[in-house]
């Protein structure tokens, strides 16, 4: 299983910034893409940013030219860098991670999740 924490929500006015962490820790063969998610009140949960194991990656465009997704591999960290909020960016942010247990057995694992609020 794969179990992961995420740090670095909090309170930050408009045009703010903001940096995200997940850890990712347990036992599994490896991890093939991380990402970040959100879901506001009344919301579905929609993709802020994704990344493969191969550094490519995938970007709302809500927030394209904005956030930056990177991991550490090593590590199995994921990071979400965010300049310039606004309030609708306001969500719980959620680390996810799909990884192969086994070679022959590929799981979705979600973390709690982090408050970001973007508020004058």
């Known amino acids: 299983q794969v179990h992961l924490v995420e740090s670095g929500g909090g309170l930050v006015q408009p045009g703010g910034s903001l940096r995200l962490s997940c850890a990712a820790s347990?036992?599994?063969?490896?991890?093939?893409?991380m990402g970040w998610y959100r879901q506001a009140p009344g919301k579905q949960r929609e993709l802020v940013a994704t990344?493969?194991?191969?550094?490519?990656?995938n970007y709302a465009d809500s927030v394209k030219g904005r956030f930056t997704i990177s991991r550490d591999n090593p590590k199995n960290t994921l990071y979400l860098q965010m300049n310039g909020l606004k309030p609708e960016d306001t969500a719980v942010y959620y680390c996810?991670?799909?990884?192969?247990?086994?070679?022959?057995?590929?799981?979705?694992?979600w973390g709690q999740g982090t408050q970001v609020t973007v508020s004058s």
């Open positions: 996810n991670a799909r990884a192969e247990i086994t070679l022959l057995r590929q799981d979705d694992y």
């Open positions: 990344i493969t194991s191969g550094a490519i990656t």
């Open positions: 347990g036992s599994f063969f490896s991890i093939n893409a």
